[in-house]
């Protein structure tokens, strides 16, 4: 049983403040169960100039903004390292311009 009370305060510590407890399911591959979610600045590996030239080309498009690789290594490395900790796993929902929302769920509810 995870303390997502536990996992929310690690990722306030770690300056993540917003995130929330949900479950259910949803349309998004490979979150369903429970979770807790939030959104962050776009930093790191999620950030425009470290994406791919293809991406950093679509995610200049007019719009929203937020073309990503959205695989889950590139979180931010304190948010993987909490997920690892709790034995979660990281799914990255969406994305736009200047910001990401990423949710942190128990991998025994859902499929990859």
């Not at 990722?11 to 998004?28: I, N, P, R």
């Not at 889950?72 to 909490?82: Q, T």
């Amino acid at each position: 049983m995870t303390d997502w009370e536990g996992v929310k305060q690690e990722l306030t510590e770690a300056g993540y403040s917003g995130f929330e407890f949900d479950s259910g399911d949803t349309a998004v591959s490979g979150l369903s169960g429970e979770w807790v979610s939030g959104k962050i600045a776009r930093e790191g590996a999620l950030r425009h100039e470290n994406q791919s030239l293809l991406i950093c080309i679509l995610d200049a498009l007019p719009g929203d903004g937020g073309a990503v690789d959205a695989a889950p290594e590139n979180a931010p490395e304190s948010i993987r390292s909490i997920a690892t900790e709790h034995g979660l796993e990281v799914v990255i929902i969406s994305v736009s311009a200047d910001e990401a929302r990423i949710a942190l769920c128990d991998p025994s509810n859902h499929d990859l």
